[in-house]
């Protein structure tokens, strides 16, 4: 099975937006600083993702078995 989990959840856990929602709130930081973290948190972990399927599992499957 090349993908172990083919319908990973889309929707965010509700203690990421409680603590994104808390940093607005004890202005620590703007809503828009907020969201781009979010962008970038989430761009970076697809393309980690991308690396970890092209690269590194097919690398890495063979020496465990």
């Known amino acids: 099975n090349p993908n172990p989990n083919p319908n990973p959840n889309p929707n965010p856990d ?3 937006v409680a ?3 808390s ?3 004890l ?3 703007t809503l828009a600083q907020v969201l781009v973290g979010s962008l970038v948190g989430g761009a970076a ?3 980690w993702y991308g690396i970890y ?3 590194l599992r097919p ?3 063979p020496m465990l078995s």
């Open 23 to 25: 940093r607005v709130y």
């Open 27 to 29: 202005g620590e930081h």
């Open 53 to 55: 399927c092209l690269v």
């Open 19 to 21: 603590v994104a929602a």
């Open 14 to 16: 509700p203690n990421q």
């Open 59 to 61: 690398a890495l499957v």
């Open 45 to 47: 972990a697809v393309v």
